[in-house]
């Protein structure tokens, strides 16, 4: 069984930084695709970043340049920077693991709002 807890969202002002952390139980961290997602209500949820085992990432066009994802293996966790924010950034961003064969698991959502 896998448990992801984000942690790190919060108020601030546009142009500002933030960083969402992600902590994984469980064995299969390290060998897992790691994704950040966004959603705003009545909006589907939406790719922000993602990152392989072997360390490729990718980036939704919307945050490129802005946001970097990272991992740490040994410390099961997976982060999200995010930079010169914007309010259109305001979303809650959820923490996803993927595994071939195994149903996605999913964190409870940390909130993100850019505000003046």
């Known amino acids: 069984q896998v448990q992801l807890v984000e942690s790190g969202g919060g108020l601030v002002q546009p142009g500002g930084s933030l960083r969402l952390s992600c902590a994984a139980s469980?064995?299969?961290?390290?060998?897992?695709?790691m994704g950040w997602y966004r959603q705003v209500p009545g909006n589907k949820r939406e790719l922000v970043a993602a990152i392989k085992s072997g360390g490729t990432t990718n980036y939704a066009d919307s945050v490129k340049g802005r946001f970097t994802i990272s991992r740490d293996n040994a410390k099961n966790t997976v982060y999200l920077q995010m930079n010169s924010l914007k309010p259109e950034d305001t979303a809650v961003y959820h923490c996803n693991l993927n595994f071939p064969t195994l149903p996605d698991y999913w964190g409870q959502g940390t909130q993100v709002t850019v505000s003046s």
């Open positions: 469980g064995s299969i961290f390290r060998i897992s695709t």
